[in-house]
């Protein structure tokens, strides 16, 4: 059969329909799952909490008592996103806690986020002065999609907690007459 194009315009049916084949296809290859890199560039996006500096004494500290940092922030958050239409659930957990202090000596690098008194487990002595401390929070992850196996999220993110500023004295002892 020989066309002739001047009889046809783009999308005009020229001939009746053969069916070749008839059945369901599987056209999962046309829109795979999210891949790990995939779910982490929207795990890099997800607004993960900006963790808290709590520190002891409250107020103002002195020289030779050491300060003690910790955070009361939770420290596992859970996040439902949509990836191309799959339902994909991103668990992202504190691994790393950067204490910045504030001072010369730099950083406090801890798996843990703390704990108040009297069971501290981050302490950083101070000399007189004004000091603003901060927190760094490295974020790892794991991800399912569609109630699959769960995945390491392949990589890590991190925030930054609001700053703390406070003083750290010089006590003085000053004598006193008990008799006046």
Do not use: K
């Amino acid at each position: 059969m020989q066309l002739d194009p001047a009889e046809y315009q783009p999308g005009d049916p020229f001939d009746d329909w053969i069916y070749q084949r008839e059945g369901c296809f599987d056209i999962t290859p046309l829109n795979p799952p999210p891949s790990p890199a995939e779910v982490f560039s929207y795990f890099e996006r997800l607004p993960l909490p900006q963790l808290t500096t709590q520190h002891q004494p409250p107020g103002d500290g002195l020289t030779g008592l050491p300060v003690i940092f910790f955070t009361d922030s939770p420290t596992t958050q859970t996040f439902t996103v949509d990836i191309r239409g799959f339902q994909v659930v991103i668990e992202a957990t504190a691994e790393q806690f950067t204490w910045h202090t504030g001072d010369a000596t730099g950083q406090l690098v801890t798996t843990d986020p703390g704990a108040p008194y009297p069971a501290q487990t981050i302490e950083h002595s101070y000399r007189s002065g004004t000091y603003t401390a901060y927190l760094t929070v490295t974020w790892g992850a794991t991800f399912t999609v569609d109630g699959s196996a769960e995945a390491d999220v392949p990589g890590t993110t991190t925030t930054d907690g609001p700053p703390v500023t406070f003083d750290v004295l010089q006590a003085r002892p000053v004598l006193t007459n008990p008799y006046n």
